[in-house]
């Protein structure tokens, strides 16, 4: 799937992808919305989710 997603976006397309599992994400974005309650409470790259507290107790401190 991440080499399909990474042709689209050189041809400068944007995708939406919905996961609820954010282990799967880093393979293949560069831009992450975490969505608890129907509000975003994070927005930024993937790496910065990890270190960010209210992500962390949403996926339950799991690592990587």
Known sequence: ??????????????????????????????RLYVIERGEIIFAGTPDDAWRDGAVLRIIGGASR
């Not at 990474?6 to 995708?15: D, E, K, P, V």
């Not at 609820?20 to 393979?27: A, K, L, T, Y």
């Open 1 to 30: 799937m991440a080499e399909g997603i990474a042709a689209i976006t050189t041809l400068g397309h944007s995708i939406l992808i919905a996961e609820s599992n954010i282990h799967h994400v880093p393979e293949y974005t560069t």
